[in-house]
């Protein structure tokens, strides 16, 4: 592994299905986060991850869920998906503290929710 | 709240010519970082630039640089002698300095750059 890898790299799911998006750094990053892109809006923050064992919300958290049990992964949970969650999700890492505060990203998960 | 606008959601360059393209961001802070991505079709997210608010010095990496005018919170993007591969969406993005303890950063909504051969 090198870099940051996401699972799966597309998926079609049935609204109401719950759903994991899978996200693994091999960098030893201290910060992880998880981003939603969509036409005409950007990169919107769903959750984020300082440190392991901790997570807080940004932007657009509702529906969704994380956990940080350890420094490298940071799954993403829908629990029951909604046709609105349709989007292109992109899990990303940083170092946090330090002068090189670039993020850097995963190849990104296509989901779609009919 | 801090706030990223990217006010062109596209933007056309002649192969060869020079694009400048716009952000501007609203913060109360004085410490920060700006970033510019560079999302290819390929959809893979890759730095181009970045500037650390406490240097006067706008930064510059081989045919990209800014034009950071901390007073007027902007923060625009040039490339020179456009190829071809330039051609992606660029996103703008803004993180608080290290003293905040926040890791957060924010996006702008992107541009779209068009290289006409």
């Known amino acids: 592994i090198a870099g940051i890898t996401q699972a799966p790299t597309s998926q079609i799911l049935a609204a109401g299905r719950r759903m994991t998006l899978r996200c693994t750094q091999d960098?030893?990053?201290?910060?992880m986060y998880w981003y939603r892109q969509d036409l005409g809006l950007g990169l919107r923050l769903i959750h984020y991850s300082n440190t392991a064992g901790t997570t807080g919300k940004g932007e657009v958290p509702d529906g969704y869920s994380v956990s940080r049990a350890n420094t490298d992964d940071f799954p993403l949970t829908l629990a029951s998906a909604v046709p609105s969650q349709t989007s292109v999700y992109f899990c990303?890492?940083?170092?946090?503290?330090?002068?090189?505060?670039?993020?850097?990203f995963g190849p990104g998960t296509r989901l779609t929710v009919l | 709240a801090q706030t990223v606008t990217q006010s062109q959601p596209e933007m056309s360059v002649q192969e060869a010519e020079t694009v400048t393209l716009s952000c501007t961001y609203d913060?109360?802070?004085?410490?920060?970082?700006l970033f510019w991505y560079k999302q290819p079709p390929s959809r893979q997210m890759i730095l181009v630039i970045r500037q650390e608010a406490y240097k006067q010095q706008n930064a510059t990496e081989n045919r990209f640089s800014v034009n950071f005018q901390k007073a007027a919170k902007s923060f625009s993007l040039k490339i020179s002698d456009s190829q071809l591969g330039d051609a992606a969406m660029y996103f703008c993005?803004?993180?608080?300095?290290?003293?905040?303890?926040?890791?957060?950063?924010?996006f702008g909504t992107g541009t779209r750059l068009k290289v006409l051969a």
């Open positions: 990303a890492s940083s170092a946090g503290r330090g002068s090189y505060n670039e993020q850097f």
């Open positions: 913060t109360s802070e004085s410490d920060y970082y």
């Open positions: 993005a803004y993180r608080r300095g290290p003293a905040s303890g926040t890791y957060k950063y924010i």
């Open positions: 960098m030893r990053h201290n910060a």
